[in-house]
């Protein structure tokens, strides 16, 4: 299934915090505030995080992913 505009909607934030996000995704794995607001809303609704090793949790190699971008945004 393609995503094409009719699967997208508009979300509405402060200008202050867009240029804020817009700082800190600089230089990071995120090629946009979009793309970074998606992440982390994604990651606020998604059940509790599996651990290693279960079926259906992340990989090694998605966990260092992970790491990285938070290393780059400053929180690790």
Do not use: Q
């Amino acid at each position: 299934m393609s995503a094409d505009k009719s699967d997208k909607v508009t979300l509405k934030i402060p200008r202050p915090l867009y240029n804020r996000l817009r700082e800190l995704v600089r230089g990071t794995g995120f090629n946009s505030v979009t793309e970074f607001a998606v992440f982390v809303l994604r990651d606020v609704v998604s059940p509790p995080a599996k651990t290693i090793g279960d079926d259906e949790g992340l990989t090694r190699e998605e966990i260092e992913a992970v790491r990285a971008r938070l290393r780059k945004l400053g929180y690790l």
